[in-house]
C-alpha cells in the first residue's frame, strides 16, 4: 500500500516540475513575445513624430544655463514656422530649410553670453533612452531628431518634441497642459501607440501587472509545499 502511494507520489512530483518548468518556458516566451511587441510600438511610434533636443556642453551650471537661453531663442523663432505644421513631413521641410538660420541664432546666444563654443545643429536619426516630457515618456530606440550641440555636447540634453508640436505647450500647467500634449500626440498616433507613451496610467498597469505574476507564482509554490507536506504524512506512518 505505501509502495503505491509512494509511486503516486513520485509521479505528483514530476508533473509538478514539468508544470513549473512549463510556467517558466511560458513566462519566458511571453516576456518575448512583450519585448517583440514593445519594440514595433517604438519603431511605429518614431515614425510619426520628430524630436528636439539641445545638448549642452557640459552639466556645469553655466553650460546648463546657456542651454536652455539658446533653446529659449530657437524656439522664439521657429515657433510660428512649426505650430501649424500638419504632417511630419512639413515639419521637416521646415526644420531643413530653416537650419541655417538656426545654427546662426546658437552661435549669436554663445557668442552673446561670452562663450566661444561651436554649434553643430543637424536632423537624424539617433539612439535615445527613455524620456519623460510632462505626461509623456518615449521608450528607448531609434527617433527623427533635430539636435543643437553645443561645444563639446557632454552635457545632460533638453528635449521635447516637434511634430507634434509639443514644444510650444507650457508643460508646467499641470492637467491643461496634459489634455493639449493628448490632443496633439492622439492627431498623429493610434489608441495602442498613445497608451505606450501616456505615463498617467502607467503605475497602475505596472502594478496590475505585477500582482497577476505574484499570485501566479505564489499559486506554483503552495502546491509544491503542498506535494512536500504529503511526503511527510506517508514517512510518518
Not at 563639446?152 to 496634459?178: A, Q, R, Y
Given at each position: 500500500?505505501?509502495?503505491?502511494?509512494?509511486?503516486?507520489?513520485?509521479?505528483?512530483?514530476?508533473?509538478?516540475?514539468?508544470?513549473?518548468?512549463?510556467?517558466?518556458?511560458?513566462?519566458?516566451?511571453?516576456?518575448?513575445?512583450?519585448?517583440?511587441?514593445?519594440?514595433?510600438?517604438?519603431?511605429?511610434?518614431?515614425?510619426?513624430?520628430?524630436?528636439?533636443?539641445?545638448?549642452?556642453?557640459?552639466?556645469?551650471?553655466?553650460?546648463?544655463?546657456?542651454?536652455?537661453?539658446?533653446?529659449?531663442?530657437?524656439?522664439?523663432?521657429?515657433?510660428?514656422?512649426?505650430?501649424?505644421?500638419?504632417?511630419?513631413?512639413?515639419?521637416?521641410?521646415?526644420?531643413?530649410?530653416?537650419?541655417?538660420?538656426?545654427?546662426?541664432?546658437?552661435?549669436?546666444?554663445?557668442?552673446?553670453?561670452?562663450?566661444?563654443?561651436?554649434?553643430?545643429?543637424?536632423?537624424?536619426?539617433?539612439?535615445?533612452?527613455?524620456?519623460?516630457?510632462?505626461?509623456?515618456?518615449?521608450?528607448?530606440?531609434?527617433?527623427?531628431?533635430?539636435?543643437i550641440i553645443i561645444g563639446s555636447g557632454e552635457g545632460h540634453n533638453w528635449w521635447?518634441?516637434?511634430?507634434?508640436?509639443?514644444?510650444?505647450?507650457?508643460?508646467?500647467?499641470?492637467?491643461?497642459?496634459?489634455?493639449?500634449?493628448?490632443?496633439e500626440m492622439k492627431q498623429v498616433l493610434t489608441d495602442k501607440e498613445f497608451s505606450?507613451?501616456?505615463?498617467?496610467?502607467?503605475?497602475?498597469?505596472?502594478?496590475?501587472?505585477?500582482?497577476?505574476?505574484?499570485?501566479?507564482?505564489?499559486?506554483?509554490?503552495?502546491?509544491?509545499?503542498?506535494?512536500?507536506?504529503?511526503?511527510?504524512k506517508v514517512f510518518k506512518h
Amino acid at each position: 500500500m505505501k509502495k503505491g502511494i509512494l509511486i503516486f507520489i513520485c509521479i505528483l512530483i514530476i508533473f509538478v516540475i514539468a508544470d513549473n518548468s512549463n510556467l517558466v518556458n511560458g513566462s519566458s516566451l511571453s516576456n518575448k513575445v512583450s519585448e517583440q511587441s514593445s519594440t514595433n510600438i517604438q519603431k511605429s511610434i518614431s515614425k510619426k513624430i520628430i524630436r528636439f533636443h539641445v545638448i549642452a556642453n557640459s552639466d556645469t551650471d553655466e553650460d546648463q544655463a546657456l542651454k536652455l537661453k539658446v533653446r529659449d531663442n530657437v524656439l522664439a523663432y521657429i515657433t510660428p514656422k512649426l505650430k501649424n505644421s500638419k504632417s511630419i513631413e512639413e515639419s521637416r521641410k521646415i526644420l531643413l530649410k530653416n537650419d541655417a538660420e538656426i545654427n546662426k541664432i546658437a552661435v549669436s546666444t554663445v557668442k552673446n553670453n561670452g562663450y566661444k563654443y561651436t554649434v553643430k545643429t543637424q536632423l537624424s536619426n539617433e539612439n535615445f533612452p527613455i524620456k519623460s516630457y510632462g505626461n509623456i515618456t518615449l521608450p528607448q530606440g531609434n527617433y527623427e531628431a533635430y539636435r543643437i550641440i553645443i561645444g563639446s555636447g557632454e552635457g545632460h540634453n533638453w528635449w521635447c518634441v516637434m511634430f507634434p508640436p509639443l514644444c510650444f505647450i507650457d508643460i508646467t500647467k499641470g492637467e491643461v497642459s496634459n489634455q493639449q500634449t493628448e490632443k496633439e500626440m492622439k492627431q498623429v498616433l493610434t489608441d495602442k501607440e498613445f497608451s505606450a507613451v501616456d505615463n498617467s496610467s502607467k503605475n497602475d498597469i505596472d502594478t496590475h501587472s505585477s500582482n497577476e505574476n505574484k499570485t501566479s507564482k505564489d499559486n506554483k509554490i503552495q502546491v509544491k509545499f503542498k506535494v512536500v507536506e504529503v511526503i511527510k504524512k506517508v514517512f510518518k506512518h
